[in-house]
């Protein structure tokens, strides 16, 4: 899934984003011709792919941050912080808190809600499946950008690398006080970058993309933090039960860069 870029005079309803111009979880297809790919980048991208595939249970913290480009050229920056609690094949709950998001995601095999706390009400979706068939729904039907969706997919390698051209091995670095692997791949649109950690857990530590179809180049970044590989599931956490006072709507108000909108925003 793929998403244009538009634009519009307030920093709110319409700058540009990187997130518009790639879209987070592309559809799983063939995976990058050899020619133009470092053997180094492509095995610890594999790797990586591997483990978490193989990770049943998990839950990690992430801070996201999505750079804008107004109509008079200034770059801005939106921040945000989200947890992930996912278990494989078929179950995951998420949320996600910024200046103007604030949402909570449920997935138990079976059923897809999205609750925007903010403007108390929710939409539900019958979804038999799994958590790549709950991501493509979630971005398709309802426009919410999932920053950094494409490392929970069953298969992250595959769609990690579709479309990509070339990539290189940056040595070691370190993130969040961790020494990670530093990847970085090619795209005719964007160009992305992961740094994976070192040792018998290579988990993604950080995820930056850059889009080449916009001027100023805006950026998305997700670090990710708190990585949990057994982590305790309290009951019915993949269920979600509506609050007193909220309402079931049809569709959830999205704003053009993936954010749900305000209460007031809402109403205009």
Known sequence: MKYEPVARPAMKRVVSSVVLVLGLGLSAGTTAAAEGMNPDADEILRSMSKFLAGTKTFSVAADVSLEFMTVDAQKLQLNSRATVLLERPSKFHATRQGRFADTELFYDGSQLTVYGKTLKAYVQQDLAGSIDQAVAALETASGLAMPGADLLFADPYAVLTKGVTSSGYHGLATVGGVKAHHLAFRTPS???????????????????????????????????????????????????????????????????????????????
């Open 190 to 268: 964007v160009d992305w970058q992961i740094w994976v950690q070192d040792g018998d857990q290579p988990l993604p530590l950080k995820y930056v993309v850059t889009t080449k179809r916009l001027a100023g180049a805006p950026q998305y970044s997700v670090q990710l933090s708190q990585w949990n590989l057994k982590p305790a599931v309290p009951a019915g956490r993949f269920k979600f039960v509506a609050p007193p006072g909220v309402e079931k709507l049809q569709a959830l108000p999205v704003d053009e860069t993936g954010e749900p909108k305000t209460a007031e925003e809402a109403k205009k």
